[in-house]
């Protein structure tokens, strides 16, 4: 087991501020007033048998900015009481990992991020929704060399990683990406 609790008070943060709204490349970097941060992580992992291992991770993290009016150009806001932009209030992960003694190896693994602004000004809702995505690996390892089938985003979930208003007022972003299979080959030397 491993664990961290952390508290950090900032005081001139850098942070990129959008100078229009919805904008992706119109940004400036800022100094912010003051601002806090604080959480924890905890991971286990354990072996409850010779060919079985089991792994989690959590975390939790609470951003604010304390003291942040921000003033470019022709934006005038105030960002105090906001959140830290792309900062998840919760990360989690899993997995088990089955080794047979004449080299089968197979593995599933989850992760799950809550959902999170892209803006550090303009929050009227989360625009980044929570997504959870499991990756599934079957193989063969021996003493030197393996040979693996790969499986990334295995229920192909579609969720906005990021999006934004165009300078045409049409909504543009990218999605996670989709399911994808793959063959991955590992030598030891």
Known sequence: MNANAYWIDWTDQQVAVRLSPGAVFDTQTVNAGKSRLYGFELELSGRPTNTLNLYAGAGYSNT???DFDVTVGELS???????FAN?????????????????ITANVNANYRSAVY????????????????VN????????????????????DVQKPSVFFLD?????????????TFGLSFEGRF
Do not use: C
């Open 64 to 66: 604010k900015f304390t």
């Open 77 to 83: 806001a105030s960002a105090q009481g906001n959140e």
């Open 87 to 103: 900062a998840p209030r919760w990360t989690l992960s899993g997995g088990a990992t089955w080794r047979h003694p004449g080299g």
């Open 118 to 133: 892209q803006d550090t000004v303009d929050q009227a809702f989360r625009d980044l929704p929570g997504r959870t995505i």
């Open 136 to 155: 599934a690996k079957l193989g063969w390892q021996g003493e030197n060399f393996g040979a693996y089938l790969i499986v990334s985003n295995l229920f």
């Open 167 to 179: 300078s045409d007022g049409r909504t543009r972003g990218l999605l996670t990406d989709p399911r």
